[in-house]
């Protein structure tokens, strides 16, 4: 970081320690920021340089793991997908993600959210277990079923879309914006049979009509999913059922996988050749 | 499927309100648009007037339709508030079934004037 190109950020955590039975409070730190860098990369450098103790999840620093969500300048983000210069101001607010328990500093407990994504049975489940358990081919899938749902796949359970959600905040029994979207992304897969299974799950009290579309989930989701869509073509499917306007889907069938061919290009020959 | 139907139930009481809703507005307050039509208006919002139309079969039964219509809509709708903002199973229970018995409760008050109306 060269002088000239580095200003003065002052970051203002929110800490908390429960054990030390304190009240949030916040502590500001001076973080030389330079032109690209992230907000993770500023925690880091307090972490490194100011206060060992600062306490906040991070592992990839490329938005594929889902660990840095927290509350910047009083939206979700992910921390490593944000840069300081974004904010255009001197100035942040990190604090840790709302609707989740505070464990310590930044870092909130993902449970509840990962118990009600367990809940709505998160895999393929078939009628044919025995070919599930041992398999002995492969469940047919055309590009065009894969695009129905490849979107709500993208999902990397950041807990972004249930901090962002206002009904998450009030009800805690609602099931949330990323469990809902991924029981839509089973249910909507060729492959599966569970759509029952899982409808019992979500035609609850404080399932899937709890939601009241307010789409925070999908403005703040960093991977461009769009739980609120998965939501609303979930809660299609219920009420079509309801109606009995829905047709019984065909489950995809088993196909052997295909057959071993020749690269269509020939492997180029090296150019370096060893000493023989 | 039983929130999902309760639900749907919910969506359908919104429309069907808006229109018996606007089948009385029409009448009471719109005279220009009937006098149009040939209907007689005349001092249609006048408690004679409203005694007399209660006491027709097609009248007594649109405004029970609608206060059941309206009663099923409101009280749903205010479940559902209650229930995001006190999430228990045991509260939602009792909340529900409160509602069930104000629901009855108001249907029964509702319905005896135009009832008592029609038998008389």
Request: proline share 6%; glycine share 6%; hydrophobic share 40%.
């Amino acid at each position: 970081m060269t002088e000239s190109s580095t200003k003065q950020i002052a970051f203002k955590v929110q800490r908390y320690d429960p054990e030390q039975g304190d009240a949030p409070h916040w502590q500001q730190f001076a973080v030389p920021s330079s032109r690209g860098m992230t907000v993770l990369e500023g925690l880091i450098y307090i972490k490194e340089n100011l206060d060992s103790t600062l306490a906040f999840r991070t592992s990839c620093r490329m938005g594929i793991c889902g660990s840095c969500g927290m509350l910047i300048n009083n939206y979700p983000h992910l921390a490593c997908h944000t840069q300081i210069e974004e904010f255009h101001s001197n100035t942040l607010t990190v604090r840790p993600l709302p609707n989740l328990s505070i464990i310590k500093d930044l870092v909130v407990d993902l449970t509840p959210m990962f118990n009600n994504h367990k809940s709505i049975k998160p895999y393929i489940l078939r009628q044919d277990a025995q070919e599930m358990e041992n398999p002995t081919a492969e469940f047919a899938q055309i590009p065009q079923e894969l695009n129905d749902f490849l979107q709500f796949a993208y999902c990397i359970k950041c807990g972004i879309c249930v901090a962002a959600c206002p009904t998450s905040a009030s009800d805690r029994l609602f099931l949330g914006p990323q469990a809902l979207a991924q029981c839509y992304r089973y249910c909507a897969d060729g492959r599966d049979e569970g759509q029952q299974e899982r409808f019992s799950l979500v035609d609850t009290d404080h399932g899937i009509w709890r939601c009241h579309l307010a789409g925070a989930c999908s403005e703040a989701c960093p991977k461009g999913v769009d739980p609120a869509l998965a939501i609303q073509l979930l809660k299609r499917r219920l009420a079509s059922q309801a109606l009995g306007l829905r047709k019984k889907q065909q489950p995809s069938s088993v196909v052997s996988p295909p057959a071993e061919t020749k690269p269509k290009i020939p492997f180029p020959e090296f150019t370096v050749k060893g000493s023989e | 499927m039983r929130a999902t139907r309760f639900h749907l139930l919910h969506m359908i009481t919104g429309v069907l309100i808006a229109v018996l809703l606007g089948i009385h507005m029409v009448r009471l307050h719109l005279d220009s648009i009937l006098d149009w039509f040939g209907v007689d208006t005349t001092d249609s919002t006048s408690w004679e007037s409203m005694i007399a139309r209660a006491s027709e079969g097609i009248w007594a039964a649109l405004y029970i339709a609608l206060l059941a219509v309206a009663l099923y809509h409101a009280l749903y709708g205010l479940r559902g508030i209650i229930l995001e903002l006190t999430p228990s199973v045991k509260a939602g229970r009792i909340i529900t079934w409160s509602f069930i018995m104000i629901g009855i409760g108001a249907f029964g008050w509702g319905t005896y004037v135009p009832l008592h109306l029609l038998s008389s």
